[in-house]
C-alpha cells in the first residue's frame, strides 16, 4: 500500500469514515451504508473498500473492532474523526465559496 | 474436448489491462483460470460467457480476513478466481450491471503504487546485474590483458549466449518495461489508468520470447557439454598448413615442444585452434605454427588485423611485405630485427609461421598455399 500520508480524501474516502463515524460498521454494511446515503451515486467496488480499509487502519483512522465468524467490524479512530471534521469543513468552505460565486451570477 | 488446458503464464505484473484482456479472451472462449503459481497458468473448460476479469494487487493478510474480505467480494457479485503469486489477486464477475472492482482512481492509484514501485526496483536490479556481468567480463579481459575479440574466440557457449543473445535481449525488454511502468506510475499519480496500448497477445509473446531464450540457454549449454566432450581429444587441423622446424633449419628436429605455449582447442567461434611452438637454446630460438578456423569470415579477417597489429607493437620497425597467392585472400611478411612472422588468412583459416632466427619463410609459400587449397 501507499506510504504517503493521506492530504484530501476523496469522495469514496470520505462516505467510508463518514459511515463509521456513528457506528461500527462491516464491509457489506459499509456498501449498503454508502449506497443508500448517496443513493447510488458514489459507487463502491469491493477493491476500493478494502483499499480505503487497508489505508486507514494503517494510517490510524480507523481500527478493526470485532470478529465475528467471518465478519469484521471497523471503528472510526479519534485521529479519523478529526480527519473527517477538517475535511468537512474544507467542503463546506469549497460549498460556501461555490453558492457565494453563483449568487452574485 | 479437454477440459483442463495449461499454458505459460503472464509475468508482467505492471499491465494488469493485458493479462484482464487475455483472460477475458480466455473466458470467451470458454475457459476460467484456476491456478496460477510458477511458470504455468491452469484453465478448466466453462460455459463460454462474457465477463469482466480484473487483477488486484492484495497486501499479506491472515486467513480468516482473506476469508471475510472474499465473502463480501462475492456479495459484491465479484468472484475470486486465483491469486498470481503472492502479491495479486484475479477476481470476474459475469454481470456487467455490478459496479466495477474499483470505482476510484485515486484509491486506484494507491493500490497499485506499492506494485509498480516493486517492479520499477526490479527492473533496475536486473540491469544492475546485467552491467555487473559486463564489468566482470571488462575486468578478467584487463586482469588477463585480452583484447575484446580474443576473450570472444576463447569464450565458451554459456558466455557467449549470455552476451551475445541475453544480454542484449533482456537489456531492451528491461528498458521497454522500465519505460512502461515510468509512465504508469506517472498516469496513475495523475488519476489516469495505464495501458500499454498492446494486445494481449504481443505482451505474451515478449514473455514468450524471454523464456524460449532462458530455455534455449540451458539446452544449448548442455548440448555443448555432450559436443564438447566428444571433440576433446582434439580439433581436427587435416587441411592446415604446418611448417616443421627441420623445413626451416638444419639441426632443429630435436627443438623442444613449448608447452605453455601449446594449444589445440575448439570453441564455439573458433572451432579449430591448434598453437605449437618449438624452441632451442633456453627460448633464444622458436619456431611458432598458429593455425586457426573460424566460424566466420569476418572474424577470420578480425583475427588477421589482430595478430598483425600485435606483432608491430612489439616490432614497431618491421618491415611490411605483402605476399600474393591465389590461395590466399591476404598475406603478408613481416620482418623485424630478429623475428619473422608470415601471415595469412584465406576464408576463415588464419595462420601464421613466426620464428626468431634468419629464414627464408618465403620459401615456404607455395607449400602453405597447397594445403589451404
Redesign the interface.
Known amino acids: 500500500?501507499?506510504?504517503e500520508p493521506l492530504k484530501v480524501l476523496?469522495?469514496?474516502?470520505f462516505y467510508v469514515l463518514l459511515s463509521l463515524l456513528r457506528q461500527e460498521r462491516?464491509?457489506?454494511e459499509i456498501?449498503q451504508f454508502v449506497d443508500e446515503r448517496t443513493a447510488g451515486r458514489?459507487?463502491?467496488?469491493?477493491?476500493?473498500?478494502?483499499?480505503?480499509l487497508?489505508?486507514f487502519q494503517e494510517e490510524g483512522l480507523i481500527r478493526e473492532t470485532a470478529?465475528d465468524g467471518?465478519?469484521?467490524t471497523y471503528a472510526i479512530t479519534e485521529r479519523g474523526s478529526a480527519l473527517f471534521r477538517q475535511e468537512l469543513s474544507r467542503l463546506k468552505l469549497c460549498v460556501a465559496d461555490g453558492d457565494r460565486e453563483e449568487a452574485q451570477t | 474436448m479437454r477440459q483442463k488446458k495449461r499454458t505459460i503464464a503472464p509475468q508482467e505484473m505492471w499491465d494488469p489491462a493485458a493479462i484482464e484482456q487475455w483472460l477475458e479472451e480466455e473466458a470467451r472462449r470458454g475457459w476460467r483460470i484456476t491456478d496460477c503459481s510458477g511458470w504455468f497458468a491452469k484453465f478448466k473448460r466453462v460455459e463460454p460467457q462474457e465477463c469482466r476479469m480484473?487483477v488486484?494487487p492484495c497486501?499479506p493478510e491472515a486467513k480468516?480476513?482473506w476469508?471475510?474480505?472474499i465473502?463480501?467480494?462475492e456479495?459484491?457479485g465479484?468472484q475470486f478466481a486465483v491469486a498470481l503469486g503472492m502479491d495479486f489477486e484475479v477476481?470476474y464477475c459475469d454481470d456487467p450491471t455490478i459496479?466495477?472492482?474499483?470505482?476510484?482512481p485515486?484509491?486506484?492509484a494507491?493500490?497499485w503504487?506499492?506494485p509498480l514501485r516493486k517492479s520499477w526496483r526490479y527492473g533496475w536490479m536486473l540491469l544492475a546485474a546485467m552491467l555487473a556481468v559486463v564489468l566482470i567480463v571488462l575486468v578478467s579481459m584487463l586482469i588477463v590483458g585480452e583484447t575484446l575479440l580474443e576473450y570472444l574466440l576463447e569464450a565458451e557457449f554459456r558466455m557467449l549466449f549470455l552476451l551475445l543473445v541475453i544480454m542484449p535481449v533482456f537489456t531492451v525488454l528491461t528498458v521497454w518495461r522500465l519505460r512502461q511502468i515510468y509512465q504508469a506510475r506517472k498516469k496513475l499519480a495523475a488519476g489516469i489508468r495505464h495501458t500499454t496500448g498492446d494486445n494481449w497477445r504481443r505482451s505474451r509473446s515478449r514473455w514468450r520470447v524471454s523464456v524460449v531464450i532462458v530455455l534455449a540457454f540451458w539446452l544449448g549449454a548442455w548440448m555443448a557439454d555432450i559436443f564438447w566432450m566428444a571433440v576433446e581429444q582434439g580439433p581436427d587441423t587435416s587441411g592446415l598448413p604446418y611448417v616443421s622446424t627441420e623445413q626451416l633449419a638444419e639441426g632443429t628436429e630435436n627443438w623442444e615442444p613449448d608447452f605453455s605455449a601449446y594449444r589445440r582447442q575448439c570453441k564455439p567461434l573458433r572451432p579449430v585452434r591448434s598453437d605449437e611452438r618449438r624452441f632451442a637454446y633456453q627460448g633464444e630460438m622458436s619456431v611458432m605454427n598458429a593455425r586457426s578456423r573460424l566460424r566466420f569470415e569476418w572474424l577470420a579477417k578480425a583475427l588477421y588485423q589482430e595478430t598483425k597489429r600485435e606483432f608491430l607493437k612489439e616490432h614497431s620497425a618491421a618491415e611490411k611485405q605483402t605476399v600474393e597467392h591465389t590461395a590466399f585472400d591476404e598475406a603478408m611478411l613481416l620482418r623485424g630485427e630478429k623475428e619473422q612472422m608470415l601471415l595469412v588468412r584465406s576464408g576463415e583459416v588464419v595462420y601464421f609461421l613466426q620464428v626468431d632466427f634468419p629464414a627464408d619463410l618465403l620459401a615456404h609459400v607455395d607449400e602453405i598455399a597447397a594445403e589451404l587449397a
Open positions: 500500500m501507499a506510504k476523496t469522495e469514496s474516502m462491516c464491509g457489506t456498501v458514489v459507487p463502491l467496488g469491493p477493491g476500493t473498500l478494502y483499499t480505503i487497508a489505508k470478529v467471518r465478519k469484521r | 480484473r488486484y497486501d480468516e480476513a476469508q471475510e474480505r465473502a463480501v467480494y456479495e459484491m465479484w477476481y459496479p466495477e472492482l474499483d470505482t476510484d485515486e484509491v486506484f494507491m493500490a503504487q506499492e
